[in-house]
């Protein structure tokens, strides 16, 4: 059957009849059919590089009136801004590369996609197909090395297979759970004459996502929420993935339980909201990580109880019951066991869910969360997130990000780099609303927010976009600036500049008797590991950012912070920089350790919190 539906669920255009009620089949090369399909899977831009085996289908693309290119300066900013350009959109992203090293180079955001459950379509050129095997020049095996990171992987042998297998491609990428894949086309496959018709007969046995909830379990799990005294709803990207958060505003709302949301999931659930306790996981609020340990249901929705946020497993939640809801059924029982297993779509489930309480309600089973909620008040106003000032007068990273986030025009994007700079940009930037976050969660992939900025702001160019990126992350994909300034992409870009791989060195601190081997970034091994002065640093980022179409800009003092911000959010015609000077010894806070258990979660350096005994325990 015809494609229908994009990861919006919005209907996929389709061709209209050029005569007599049937499309014409056109006769075209394999390339003219690829692009003729991107435009008809409703394809508007496109990241990628050309080479030897893909270049057949650039030629067409010339030709092409609704498919922008934009040729990025490496194949891994192609892949991420792809993943960004999706997930500020909700539509497919696409990215395009030739043979070899060009797929390898996808390999990171193909992964980093697959991880955080994002709609991708990776297309690559492959050797002809009498040499592959061969190995021939710039010749990989894509499709078996991409194998174990992407929903599907396709290698298209028959130039009239391209259409049916575009049309299989966008289908798998954006239906069930979200996800990369990959379609190889041998160059001799491109060039092969050839027929176009649109729509293709799609046959994919085997492949039925579910969506809709098992009516007995909903209200097996609408129960528990009734007869729960200490529930935490727990909302994972699926939530995002699903487009369920008015529906989520509404479960909690009705029920009255707290919500934490995930690093994935920010904006899920309005920050601002009385009933959401924070982040959790590793370094989350302590009120969300401790409300998981004291609970006892976890209703997860569209969470897949990652490391980061059980911390050693089998000590998390030791009290609570698990309904645990998600689209993969391979998700549900794989770390934890559930006591409520709910296979569906998150805004299917969470729809019935609400109905399903509601009929509780009116049957006179409600929940009596008052004595929880005294606990979880008194935790959130006894551990605040909050952050000191450097005594030396420096800039504070937290302050930084806090002021950017207050200063940012309404409705913008941040996407975020990995590491210390990407905890902040959680922590200390309000989200109130879905697609405002863009981060690498499960791959933690440095070198993510300048591309992922730079597709967010391709597909939504008429919102403002911000970059948060510390200096490691910064100098793996910077290069992506250039093909911002040339293709009129004006992203901001905030480098939190401590001089050092900061989060590596926070750990170092800590764990390694403050033994900074290889982290040090701004001079060589034979320096004192101090900081120099700005003008001294390697590479200047301002004198770089301008050599690449740049504004760009340094801040150190404090008391220039908010003029430098709004001078950056003025600035409109060109991507902007902000190479901000901070003081590299902040660290995040809270923080459990790896390997521990949640309980053990420091609120800053050396203080552990005393919870006291739960009213419930």
């Known amino acids: 059957m015809p494609m229908t539906e994009q990861a919006t669920g919005a209907p996929m255009p389709q061709p209209r009849p050029r005569s007599g009620g049937q499309p014409v089949p056109e006769h075209v090369t394999g390339a003219k059919s690829l692009i003729r399909s991107l435009e008809e899977v409703g394809v508007d831009t496109v990241f990628g590089i050309p080479g030897g085996t893909i270049l057949p289908a650039y030629d067409p693309m010339m030709d092409s009136s609704r498919v922008r290119h934009v040729l990025v300066r490496h194949e891994q900013g192609a892949g991420h801004a792809a993943t960004g350009y999706a997930q500020a959109t909700g539509k497919v992203g696409v990215c395009m590369a030739t043979s070899g090293p060009g797929a390898t180079n996808l390999v990171t955001p193909i992964a980093d996609a697959n991880m955080d459950s994002v709609p991708l379509v990776a297309i690559t050129g492959q050797v002809v197909t009498k040499a592959i095997g061969t190995d021939a020049f710039q010749e990989a ?16 042998t028959k130039a ?3 259409p049916k297998t575009i049309a299989q491609a966008f289908h798998i990428a954006s239906t069930g759970r979200p996800g990369p894949v990959l379609v190889d086309i041998p160059k001799d496959v491109l060039q092969a004459q050839t027929t176009f018709s649109w729509p293709p007969v799609m046959d994919l046995p085997g492949y039925r996502p579910v969506t809709k909830p098992h009516a007995k379990q909903i209200r097996e799990a609408a129960k528990l929420i009734t007869a729960a005294k200490r529930p935490v709803l727990y909302v994972g990207g699926g939530v995002l993935k699903a487009q369920a958060t008015a529906e989520l505003k509404v479960l909690a709302e009705l029920t009255g339980a707290p919500v934490t949301t995930t690093l994935m999931a920010l904006g899920a659930f309005p920050d601002s909201h009385p009933l959401h306790v924070g982040m959790p996981g590793m370094h989350g609020a302590v009120t969300a990580v401790t409300a998981l340990q004291k609970a006892d249901l976890i209703v997860a929705l569209g969470a897949r109880f990652d490391d980061r946020v059980t911390g050693k497993l089998d000590s998390f939640a030791p009290f609570a019951k698990i309904v645990h809801a998600d689209i993969d059924p391979a998700e549900i029982g794989k770390n934890r066991a559930a006591d409520v297993p709910i296979v569906g779509d998150a805004r299917e489930v969470v729809a019935d869910l609400v109905q399903a309480v509601q009929k509780e309600y009116e049957e006179g089973r409600r929940g009596d969360y008052t004595a929880w909620w005294r606990d979880l008040s008194r935790w959130r106003d006894t551990y605040p997130l909050g952050y000191e000032q450097p005594s030396d007068g420096s800039l504070a990273p937290q302050q930084v990000i806090e002021r950017i986030g207050q200063l940012a025009p309404e409705g913008t994007i941040f996407a975020a780099g990995v590491g210390q700079h990407q905890m902040w940009a959680a922590h200390f930037v309000q989200y109130e609303k879905p697609a405002t976050w863009l981060n690498s969660g499960g791959a933690g992939t440095m070198g993510y927010a300048v591309p992922a900025a730079m597709g967010a702001k391709a597909g939504m160019p008429e919102r403002a976009v911000w970059a948060i990126d510390g200096d490691g992350c910064f100098q793996m994909t910077n290069q992506e600036l250039t093909t911002c300034a040339l293709n009129n992409i004006p992203i901001k870009v905030a480098i939190i500049n401590n001089g050092a791989l900061g989060m590596v060195r926070q750990w170092q601190t800590l764990f390694y008797n403050q033994r900074y081997s290889n982290t040090v970034l701004h001079s060589g091994p034979e320096a004192d590991g101090k900081q120099p002065s700005a003008g001294t640093r390697v590479p200047d980022f301002v004198k770089l950012s301008e050599a690449m179409g740049c504004y760009a800009i ?21 991507p902007v920089v902000i190479d901000f000077i901070v003081h590299e010894d902040a660290m ?16 800053a350096r050396d203080v552990r919190p005393d919870f006291g005994d739960s009213e419930d325990d």
């Open 141 to 156: 095996d894509i499709v078996g090395i991409s194998m174990p990171i992407t929903k599907h992987s396709f290698l298209v």
């Open 160 to 162: 009239e297979d391209i």
């Open 554 to 574: 340094r801040c150190e003092d404090p008391a220039d912070l908010d003029k430098v911000i709004e001078e950056a959010n003025a600035v409109n015609d060109r």
């Open 588 to 603: 995040v806070w809270p923080m459990v350790a790896a390997g521990t258990s949640n309980d053990e979660i420091l609120a």
